[in-house]
């Protein structure tokens, strides 16, 4: 075979070898033991969804059991109405009602449902149909040998949360640097750099109902910032009649849904801390999320009786200016939201 031959031939066989060693992980016969073609990559276990909100509101499950109350969760829907470019979706998640629903158990709030009662509303109607049998029947009492309707067995609740998610807003601020330099001649080294920021936030708005007299009893308006990094370095140069060009990069962003879990975590430790009356004995008025060195929120009622204040504001004077946390570049006394 001539050298040009055997060039010819070595580039499909060079394929050909990298094919088979990429598919050697690969069986189109099923693994007669463990009935699969293949083995599944990763190995990160299972672990608890937490957020730095999630230890207060287990501390609140002790203020919670001396005082029972019953809550349910509704609706709280996503209003922002963004979805993704692709139509594949939306942007927030649909369960904002869910993690409210683990947000209520952490802090050992007993929860009635009223979210999804079809299951329970299908048993209704074959209970009334007599179509289920009853545990009773043929026990030392006779009981009936279906299902008995007993008014009265289905416990209400005192209070139902719902509200929505209200904002999501996408590069709120954002800062980049970008650098290329090498060599002056046409084949020498060159290299490039570059990194940027930006910043979104997502905000939620709850209301917590008396499910009795269908009195609004408190409301809670949060906004939390979200932020994204992305950063990339190149080489690129020449090797005698070679050339290489070589490039790595690593881009992030804080998860958008774990942002509306903290938000809606943050809340509800809020909103159960002062229908329970805790006095901020479980960080109800403080952020552990905020750093040291942001200014504390003024003190709207520093000469008013603490009888005499409104203990909406008495419990959580970080409420009155939620956007204190000014950033070094930002004009002291300006902004959209106001200052103080």
Same mark, same amino acid.
């Given at each position: 075979?001539?050298?040009?031959?055997?060039?010819?031939?070595?580039?499909?066989?060079?394929?050909?070898?990298?094919?088979?060693?990429?598919?050697?992980?690969?069986?189109?016969?099923?693994?007669?033991?463990?009935?699969?073609?293949?083995?599944?990559?990763?190995?990160?276990?299972?672990?608890?969804?937490?957020?730095?909100? @999630? &230890?207060?509101?287990?501390?609140? &499950?002790?203020?919670?059991?001396? *005082?029972?109350? +019953?809550?349910?969760?509704?609706?709280?829907?996503?209003?922002t109405g963004k979805s993704e470019s692709d139509n594949s979706g939306?942007?927030?998640?649909?369960?904002?009602?869910?993690?409210?629903?683990?947000?209520?158990?952490?802090?050992?709030?007993?929860?009635?449902?009223?979210?999804?009662? @079809?299951?329970?509303?299908?048993?209704?109607?074959?209970? =009334? =149909?007599?179509?289920?049998? @009853?545990?009773?029947?043929?026990?030392?009492?006779?009981? $009936?040998?279906?299902?008995?309707?007993?008014?009265?067995?289905?416990?209400?609740?005192?209070?139902?949360?719902?509200?929505?998610?209200?904002?999501?807003?996408? =590069?709120?601020?954002?800062?980049? &640097?970008?650098a290329d330099g090498g060599e002056t001649a046409t084949n020498g080294?060159?290299?490039?750099?570059?990194?940027?920021?930006?910043?979104?936030?997502?905000?939620?708005?709850?209301?917590?109902?008396?499910?009795?007299?269908?009195?609004? !009893?408190?409301?809670?308006?949060?906004?939390? %910032?979200?932020?994204?990094?992305?950063?990339?370095?190149? !080489? /690129?140069?020449?090797?005698?009649?070679?050339? /290489?060009?070589?490039?790595?990069?690593?881009?992030?962003?804080? $998860?958008?849904? #774990? &942002?509306?879990?903290?938000?809606?975590? *943050?809340? !509800?430790?809020?909103?159960?801390?002062? #229908?329970?009356?805790?006095?901020?004995?479980?960080?109800?008025?403080?952020?552990?999320?905020?750093?040291?060195?942001?200014?504390?929120?003024?003190?709207?009622?520093?000469?008013?009786?603490?009888?005499? +204040? =409104?203990?909406?504001?008495?419990?959580?004077?970080? *409420? %009155?200016? $939620?956007?204190?946390?000014?950033?070094?570049?930002?004009?002291?006394?300006?902004?959209?939201?106001?200052?103080?």
């Amino acid at each position: 075979m001539t050298r040009r031959g055997k060039k010819y031939l070595l580039k499909p066989l060079v394929l050909v070898i990298a094919g088979l060693s990429l598919a050697g992980c690969i069986s189109p016969q099923a693994d007669s033991v463990t009935g699969r073609y293949t083995a599944p990559i990763g190995g990160s276990p299972v672990i608890s969804n937490e957020t730095p909100y @999630s &230890a207060a509101l287990r501390c609140m &499950a002790g203020y919670t059991s001396q *005082r029972p109350l +019953r809550i349910a969760v509704g609706q709280i829907a996503d209003y922002t109405g963004k979805s993704e470019s692709d139509n594949s979706g939306r942007k927030i998640t649909q369960g904002a009602a869910l993690m409210a629903m683990s947000a209520l158990s952490k802090a050992g709030v007993q929860l009635v449902e009223r979210f999804d009662t @079809s299951v329970a509303e299908m048993e209704l109607k074959y209970a =009334n =149909n007599k179509l289920i049998g @009853s545990d009773q029947a043929g026990g030392p009492n006779g009981g $009936p040998d279906y299902r008995q309707i007993i008014a009265g067995s289905i416990p209400g609740s005192d209070y139902y949360l719902v509200g929505g998610i209200t904002e999501l807003n996408f =590069n709120i601020r954002s800062v980049g &640097a970008n650098a290329d330099g090498g060599e002056t001649a046409t084949n020498g080294l060159k290299g490039s750099t570059g990194g940027n920021m930006y910043v979104m936030n997502v905000g939620l708005d709850l209301r917590l109902v008396d499910t009795k007299t269908l009195q609004v !009893v408190d409301v809670i308006s949060y906004q939390k %910032q979200i932020i994204g990094r992305q950063v990339s370095v190149g !080489v /690129f140069d020449f090797l005698g009649a070679n050339f /290489f060009d070589a490039s790595v990069g690593e881009s992030a962003l804080e $998860p958008i849904q #774990l &942002a509306v879990r903290s938000v809606i975590e *943050r809340a !509800v430790l809020e909103m159960t801390a002062r #229908l329970y009356h805790t006095n901020g004995a479980c960080a109800a008025t403080t952020d552990p999320l905020a750093d040291g060195n942001d200014r504390p929120a003024p003190d709207y009622h520093a000469n008013t009786p603490v009888t005499a +204040r =409104n203990e909406e504001h008495a419990n959580d004077p970080s *409420r %009155q200016d $939620p956007y204190r946390y000014y950033g070094s570049c930002d004009p002291a006394g300006d902004g959209l939201r106001g200052s103080e």
